[in-house]
């Protein structure tokens, strides 16, 4: 329990794999002011009060990972730029997806956002893509 599980300031060519970040104060995981080159691949974020997964950051990849019961799932801010988020999930948070109006080339292949309150897409469809992606609500 911390005020954010894992926290990146302005770093390059980050790979996580196979890790939770829970139950932290803030976010799960947090990529701000410049970082870039990230890949998710098969982590968890649960229970965490802001987000599970927040990025302001460039060329991320999500792989098989997993947000569930957080304020929001994934967090694309307006700095995010070319994004791949790939067989993963976003279960029962406040807002499963949140894309900032600015963040452009989001692609989401066979991904599902599942039983959350809010998809928030703020008008750029058109650099947002999804393929094989579900919204499932119960």
């Known amino acids: 329990n911390n005020f954010d599980g894992f926290s990146f300031n302005n770093s390059t060519d980050i790979v996580i794999q196979n890790s939770i970040a829970e139950d932290n104060d803030n976010y799960g995981y947090r990529y701000f002011n410049g970082s870039q080159n990230i890949i998710f691949d098969n982590d968890i974020a649960i229970n ?3 987000a599970g997964f927040y990025f302001d950051a460039t060329n991320i990849i999500i792989r098989n990972s997993i947000s569930i019961r957080n304020g929001f799932g994934f967090f694309f801010d307006q700095n995010v730029v070319n994004v791949v988020v790939n067989t993963s999930k976003s279960s029962f948070n406040d807002t499963g997806v949140f894309i900032n109006q600015f963040a ?6 066979t991904t599902d956002i599942i039983n959350t309150t ?5 008008n750029n469809t058109t650099t947002t893509n999804f393929s094989a992606a579900s919204l499932i609500q119960n």
Do not use: A, I, K
Request: proline share 0%.
């Open 48 to 50: 965490n009060t802001v």
């Open 104 to 109: 452009q080339f989001l692609d989401f292949f």
């Open 118 to 122: 809010v998809t928030d897409l703020q």
